[in-house]
């Protein structure tokens, strides 16, 4: 057997990396977030309230001795997430890696939801995540290498009821990230998706109680509980590490064996 055969669990080490993660200050953002940084990389938390961000930053750095930055910025705005990628270059020298985790959920029937409700959550999941997979290709194009990981969910794959802009949302990552794998693979970075299934996030708080979340959300899962934070770390880590090196294209599911029935 060649020692090409026998890299083990140093594929996962991060040490020396960069990465932007938005949304990066709470829920699945900032556990990935610290998960990077627990596997040796270097972390941008973007987002838009710069207290909670500075904060969110400072526990990083001082629970992993990690290098840990925040930077506000509004996502849908092209000039703000080309700054973004330009100050995360300006402070590592280079971006190895892009989570796209920030996003909106707004819920309703559909005659309940505006048309200006279901914009917004397209402008945020869906443009927000397409302009900054542009603003850090360049970078990513020059050093022939990189990887992105989008925040899909098992709500791009299957449907729910009073769902219509989130689920159209995730939809739409789930294909442009197919479609940009295709596209950057000969550069050789890597663009992939995380599907999450059910975490109990601040966006899931307001229905964690509910009739509908425990026969249909938590109630849909092989487990029959919600995700635990620390439990999207691992496929952030693998697929952000040189272990991913041949994942191209594909749509990672971490939801408790929703998908699976």
Known sequence: MSNEALPGIKQFDLTGKSAIITGGSKGLGLAMAAGL???????????????????????????????ALSYSADITDIG?????????????????????????????????????DFNKVMQINVNG???????????????KRGSIINLASTLGLVGLANRTPYTASKGAVVQMTR???????????NV???????????????????????????????????????????AAIFLASDAASYMVGSMLTVDGGWTAK
């Open 37 to 67: 940084a627990s596997a040796g990389a270097s972390v941008m938390l973007v987002n838009r309230n710069a207290e909670e961000g500075a904060a969110a930053a400072d526990q990083i750095a001082r629970h992993f001795g990690a290098r």
């Open 80 to 116: 703000q997430t080309e700054a973004m990628a330009k100050a995360a270059y300006d402070a590592f020298g280079r971006i190895d890696i892009l989570i796209n985790s920030a996003g909106i959920n707004i819920r309703g029937a559909i005659d309940d939801v505006s048309p200006d």
């Open 129 to 143: 995540t397409w302009l900054c997979c542009r603003a850090v290709t360049p970078y990513m194009k020059e050093q």
């Open 179 to 189: 479609a940009l794998a295709i596209e950057l693979a000969p550069f050789a970075i």
């Open 192 to 234: 992939n998706a995380i599907c999450p299934g059910p975490f109990l996030t601040e966006m899931n708080i307001p229905i964690a109680h509910t009739d509908e979340a425990k026969n249909f959300v938590v109630g849909a899962t092989v487990l029959g509980r919600w995700g635990e934070l620390r439990e999207i770390q691992g």
